[in-house]
């Protein structure tokens, strides 16, 4: 919808800056905290958690199926265990 309707990407672009500043912030609280290791890049983190939570969006509409999401919130349980 985004390229015929700009009010729409507008809105879509302020609500996802918003998630990334939120989930980059939150990364970095949690390396001063000790839940994550002082070595992450929380920016490059959030972006690739955001790009896959987007590309699993996709074939979630794709497979019309919530089993499509599952093994991306898996692999993401793994993926934001490596982070500590």
Known sequence: ????????????????????????????????NGFVRK???SMQATMFIMSGYWGIRNFGKLANSEKAYL???????NYLESLR
């Open 1 to 32: 919808m985004t390229p015929w309707h700009p009010d729409f990407s507008r809105a879509l672009d302020d609500v996802t800056q918003q998630w990334i500043k939120a989930m980059a912030e939150s990364l970095e609280r949690g390396k001063l």
């Open 71 to 77: 093994p991306f919130i898996n692999e993401l349980k």
């Open 39 to 41: 070595d992450v890049e």
